[in-house]
């Protein structure tokens, strides 16, 4: 005979792995320090490439007005203040990106321990019924 509640509690589990269990799964296969280190990395390999486009549109749109006073000094003082910028960018998204991904594996983390915490009381619950045979 059919019991119930492990179909339900199959049809919940089956439904988790199909969506956001999916990505836990994945998640949680990492350490967290090793999560958060991959992800920050590639923040900042995205945060460059950013920045880079970012200032380089700007270069291309004020050619003008950057060439008419085209000094040495200028052209030291413009390269300081765009690798400065950068670094303060680049150090908040580091620190943004930190704490989210850690956040993200944690609750990655407390979703998988319910999911084999509703495994195992699975498991049992077939364990009584194949006893009960």
């Known amino acids: 005979m059919l019991d119930k509640n492990r179909i339900k509690l199959m049809i919940k589990m089956s439904s988790y792995e199909q969506s956001a269990g999916k990505e836990y799964l994945k998640i949680s296969t990492y350490y967290k320090k090793d999560y958060v280190s991959l992800n920050t990395l590639i923040t900042v390999l995205w945060v460059t490439l950013g920045y880079m486009l970012s200032v380089g549109l700007f270069i291309v749109v004020t050619m003008d007005s950057l060439l008419q ?3 040495f000094q200028r052209i030291i003082n413009t390269g300081a203040i765009i690798a400065g910028a950068y670094f303060v960018v680049l150090i908040i998204f580091c620190i943004v990106a930190a704490i989210f991904y850690s956040n993200k594996h944690k609750k990655a983390k407390q979703h998988i321990k319910r999911y084999y915490h509703d495994l195992s009381h699975l498991e049992k619950m077939m ?7």
């Open 127 to 133: 364990s009584k019924e194949t006893k009960r045979r």
């Open 69 to 71: 006073d085209l000094t």
